[in-house]
Structures are given as C-alpha cells and as structure tokens.
C-alpha cells in the first residue's frame, strides 16, 4: 500500500455553511485502487466532503486534490477524473431508467450503439433490467439506488465516489452490490465510500476514516481500528475441572480476567494471538480445554470507544 500513489489528498479541508462547520479541518490521503470508506453516522460531514471531491462545493478553506488536480481551482480536470452516486438520487418523475443511462453513457462518451450495450449489461447486472421502462417515481428507494450506481458502472471512472450506495437496498442486493464494487476495483478505479452502516464498511472497505461533527476521529484498517481499543477483544475459555492457583497469576500477565466455574474470560488486545498462548498455558497446567471463543469489538463498539456515542440511534 505504501508504495502506491496518492488518488485524493485531502488537505487542511474546511467547509462552512455560514457560521456552521460542516467539516472541520480534514487531512487524509486515499490510494490509488483502494476501496476507502468514510465511516459516521447522519451529519458527520461525509456528504459535504463527496461533493467537494466532486466539485459541486468549493471548499471554505484547505484543498482537495485529486491525481494532483485541485478541486477548487482545476475543477473541469477533477471531473473527468470522478464519478459519483449521489446520496438521494435525482431525476424527473417522468424519466425512465433505460433513457437517463443511456443519456448518461453518451455523455460520458460511449458511441450510441456502445452505449445501449453497455447500459444493457449493466442494468442486467444490478437487476435493472425489468425495471428499464418504469417512471422514476414507480421505483422504490433501493431501485433508485442502483440506477444511481449504475452511471458510475458505466462510466468507469478513475475514481468512484459512492455516498451510502446501498441505503434502502434489500439485504440479499446488499451483498451482490458489494461484490460489484470490489469488481469496479479489480478492474483499476479507486473507490471512496461514505456509510453509516459499520457492517458496509466491514464488509467492503479496506481503510476507513471515522469521522464524528465535521471531525476525522480515526484512520486505518480495520483491524487497526480494532486494536485501538484497549483490551478491546474478548477471550472465553471453557474448561473442565478446577483452574491450579499457580496458574492465576500467570494468567494476569495477559490482562483482566474472570473467573467462573469452568469459565474464564479474558480482555486482551490483539486477543487472536494471544489465545494460543493462553491455551498452551492452560494445557501445560493440566487443565482440560473443552471451548475456545475470541471476540473482537465490533465497529460500533471502536466509534464508541473513540466519541462517546453511538452510529445509530437504536
Ligand atoms: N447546503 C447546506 N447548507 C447548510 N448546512 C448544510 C448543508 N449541507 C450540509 N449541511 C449540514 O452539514 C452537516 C453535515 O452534513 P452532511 O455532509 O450531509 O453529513 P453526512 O453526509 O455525514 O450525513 C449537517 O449538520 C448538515 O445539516
Ligand atoms: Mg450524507
């Protein structure tokens, strides 16, 4: 990862909205061909920040550059480099899926022929296709979603900017979504995701950002943002008979336990390593193993420990 180059550097970004300050400040850099997720949850400031990229805002102060093109100042390059699905997908209530698509891959240069090609291959893909001839205001929420993601299957662009690409898609076309877009990836375009859903970015993304109020409160990998959390993971041990004294205060050394009949549990950092070790300590007390469970912190449980409050409302 560190040897490849930069798609988007976001740089000292601030974006105001009068006296507000939607983003406060932002620096992160996003490489070429990762998929990126920006994690948080309603009004964090991860629209404002995809729409900057995609030079529908200027920003209040800062940068952002995309292949080294400045949003604010090159913003004719930047758009032949981007394309976005937009959070709340607009069109008239009369258009129809199969007309807005093809409108929009002849806009992004396929010939008219190339076009209904492509656009037939892609609608067939997301499950469009018996939806072509629909009214815009017949589609339901998810379906307006995938047409949405279509236009950026069409275009291919260099870089992908999907802000909550499958908010009210059915959990089933979830899964086959996402698989579409690690595809996108392997076939060259960056990818920057904007989610509330932790299990989205788990899923599909490879470095995350949490941002909370306009502020990054995290980067890394997932697994990073796991560790972060001291003693965050959790190891259960069942057992049989009694646990030998001798063993306590070896077991301490790893971190807090619990003790109840036939169970110990343990908090930990890194706990999927760890356990080995506790295991072999236990075996060579005499100790019969009969269960073994790591748990890791969820996301939520890392955006909790980091901010205080949760990614959704419950
Ligand atoms: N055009 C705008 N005018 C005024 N306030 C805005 C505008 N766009 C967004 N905001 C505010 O900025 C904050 C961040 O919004 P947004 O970027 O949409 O967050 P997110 O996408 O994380 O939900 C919110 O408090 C929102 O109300
Ligand atoms: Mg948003």
Redo the contacts with the bound molecule.
């Keep these: 990862m560190g040897m490849k180059g930069k798609a988007i550097e976001i740089v000292g970004f601030t974006k105001k ?2 006296d ?1 300050t ?2 406060d400040n932002l620096s992160l850099d996003i490489y070429e061909n990762e998929i990126f997720g920006l994690l ?10 995809l729409l900057t990229i995609a030079t529908v805002y200027k920003p209040t102060s800062g940068d952002i550059y995309v292949f080294g093109h400045s949003a604010s100042r090159e913003d004719y390059e930047v758009r032949k480099l981007v394309g976005i699905a937009f ?1 709340e997908p607009k069109a008239m209530w009369i258009d129809k899926p199969i007309d807005l698509l093809n409108w929009h891959a002849r806009v992004v240069g396929y010939s008219g022929d190339e076009a209904k090609r492509v656009v037939r291959e892609v609608m067939e893909l997301l499950g469009l296709w018996e939806h072509r001839n629909k009214y815009f205001y017949q589609l339901s929420g998810g379906t307006r979603k995938k047409v949405e993601l279509a236009k950026v299957l069409i275009q291919k662009p260099r870089v992908a900017i999907l ?1 909550e690409p499958t908010a009210q898609v059915d959990v089933l076309s979830k899964h086959a979504l996402w698989d579409v877009i690690k595809k996108l990836r392997d076939e060259g375009t960056t990818i920057l995701i ?1 989610t ?1 859903d932790m299990f989205e970015a788990e899923r599909v993304c490879e470095r995350i950002a949490i ?1 909370y109020k ?1 502020r990054l409160r995290a980067l890394g990998t997932i697994e990073e943002l796991k560790d972060s959390i001291p003693r965050g993971d959790v190891i259960e041990i069942q057992f049989d008979g009694l646990l030998p004294e001798s063993l306590r205060s070896e077991l301490e050394a790893y971190g807090r336990f619990e003790l109840r009949s036939n169970a110990l549990t343990i908090y930990v950092e890194k706990g999927e390593e760890k356990v080995i070790d506790i295991v072999d300590l236990l075996k060579g007390g005499g100790v019969r193993v009969k269960k073994i469970m790591v748990k890791e912190p969820s996301l939520d449980d890392v955006f909790t420990y980091l901010t205080g409050a949760k990614l959704r409302e419950e």
Excluded: L, M, R, Y
């Design positions: 909205f009068g507000f939607a983003v948080g949850p309603n009004g964090s400031g991860k629209t404002t920040t959070q802000d904007a509330n941002i306009g």
